[in-house]
C-alpha cells in the first residue's frame, strides 16, 4: 500500500530542520568569536550592554550584539528586557576561571584543523582518505609535532575536553587492586593515573606517554609522593612491564584497526597470562540511537584514520590481540570501560 505523501506543513517543518543543520557552522563561528574575545568574563559581575561589552573587549559594538543575539537562541547568554546580555549556564562554561570551564575545549573545536578538516569532508567520503592530511599534507599528529602552538591548544583543549570531573568518574568505576602497579599508556598529562591513585592509596603508578606530552604531568603532589613515575617511549612498540593493571584511555579511537592491534600487542607482551587492561573508550550505541560518538566517530574520519566502535568491534580487537572482554561498565562520563583479560 502506497505511503500517503507529506501535507505542506510537514515539509516546511521538514525544510525548516535541515536549514537549521546546514546553517549552523554560522553557530560555531559565533561561539568562537565570544570564546577569542572572553566575552563570558566580561560579565561575570553581571550584564552588559554590548557597548559597554566592546568597549571592555575591545571589539566593535553592533557587530558583537548581532552575534550574541544568535548565540542567545541557542542559550548560550541571554538578551535582557534592557537589551543588555548576561551568562546562561553554558556561557558560564566560556570563563576562564570556573571549575570544569570548557574554554580552552572550545578552542580546540573551532580551530582552522578543524574547520579546514570539515570543509574536507565532501572529499573524504569520497575517497576515504583523511581530509586534515589534503589540507595539511601530513597526518595530524605530526602536524601537531611540527607546531608547538597547534600542540598547546590541542592539549589544553583535550584537558577541558576529559577534565577532572570525567577522570573521577572513570577511576570509580575502573576496578583496581588493593596493592600493585598501575600502568597508565598514553596516558597524556595523567590525569586518570591520579584519580586512580588518589582513590587507591596503596596502589603505584606508571605514566607513560610521549616525553612532550607528559612534561606537563599532573601527578608531583604531596598526596601521590613516592607513588609513581614517569616513564617516556612509543606504545607501537613496547610499554613498561610488570604492571597488575593496564589503563588505555580515548587511544584506540585515534587509530585504524592494524595499529590498534599493534598498540594492544605491545601492551599484552608486556603482561602476564591473567594480567588486566581496561580500556576506555565510547562505546557506539545502535541504530539511531543517539550519541556524542557518532559525531566524535565523525571527527576522526576527517581528521585521523581513527574511528569509534561498536561493543562487537572492541572484542573482534581484544580477541585478535590474545585479550578476552569480560564486561563494559558504564560511566557517568561519556565514556565507559571496557574490562579485558589477557589470555
Not at 568562537?32 to 568597549?55: F, N, S, W, Y
Not at 593515573?193 to 606537563?216: I, K, M, N
Request: proline share 6%; hydrophobic share 40%; glycine share 10%.
Amino acid at each position: 500500500m502506497p505511503t500517503p505523501s507529506s501535507g505542506p506543513d510537514d515539509r516546511s517543518a521538514a525544510s525548516a530542520e535541515l536549514h537549521a543543520l546546514a546553517s549552523g557552522y554560522l553557530f560555531t563561528a559565533a561561539l568562537r568569536a565570544a570564546a577569542v574575545h572572553g566575552i563570558a568574563d566580561h560579565l561575570a559581575d553581571g550584564p552588559l550592554t554590548p557597548d559597554e561589552l566592546a568597549r571592555r573587549s575591545h571589539t566593535h559594538g553592533p557587530a558583537l550584539r548581532r552575534v550574541l543575539r544568535l548565540l542567545a537562541m541557542g542559550g548560550v547568554f541571554h538578551e535582557d528586557d534592557d537589551n543588555a546580555f548576561r551568562l546562561t549556564p553554558p556561557a558560564q562554561l566560556l570563563r576562564r576561571d570556573v571549575p570544569g570551564s570548557q574554554r580552552a575545549a572550545i578552542l580546540m573545536l573551532t580551530d582552522v584543523f578543524m574547520w579546514r578538516s570539515a570543509e574536507g569532508l565532501t572529499e573524504t567520503v569520497r575517497t576515504g582518505e583523511p581530509a586534515f592530511e589534503t589540507a595539511y599534507g601530513m597526518p595530524f599528529f605530526a602536524y601537531l609535532d611540527s607546531d608547538p602552538a597547534a600542540q598547546q591548544t590541542f592539549d589544553a583543549g583535550m584537558a577541558d575536553l576529559l577534565g577532572r570531573r570525567d577522570n573521577e568518574h572513570l577511576a570509580a568505576h575502573c576496578a583496581c587492586p588493593v596493592r600493585g602497579t598501575v600502568v597508565d599508556v598514553g596516558g597524556g598529562r595523567g590525569g586518570l593515573l591520579r584519580a586512580v591513585l588518589t582513590r587507591h592509596p596503596e596502589l603505584s603508578g606508571v605514566l607513560y606517554d610521549r616525553e612532550r606530552t607528559v612534561a606537563d604531568h599532573v601527578l608531583d603532589n604531596k598526596e601521590l609522593a613516592g607513588r609513581w613515575r614517569v616513564e617516556t617511549g612509543d606504545f607501537f612498540t613496547a610499554v613498561p612491564p610488570g604492571g597488575d593493571v593496564y589503563l588505555l584511555k580515548h587511544v584506540l579511537h585515534d587509530w585504524d584497526d592494524e595499529h590498534c592491534l599493534r598498540i594492544l600487542r605491545s601492551i599484552r607482551a608486556a603482561m602476564a597470562p591473567g594480567g588486566r587492561l581496561l580500556v576506555v573508550e565510547t562505546v557506539l550505541p545502535p541504530g539511531n540511537e543517539p550519541g556524542t560518538g557518532k559525531v566524535v566517530d565523525v571527527i576522526m574520519l576527517m581528521k585521523l584514520r581513527g574511528k569509534e566502535r561498536t561493543r562487537e568491534e572492541f572484542a573482534a580487537l581484544l580477541a585478535r590481540s590474545a585479550f578476552r572482554m569480560t564486561g563494559i561498565v558504564p560511566t557517568e562520563a561519556s565514556a565507559s570501560v571496557i574490562e579485558a583479560q589477557a589470555v
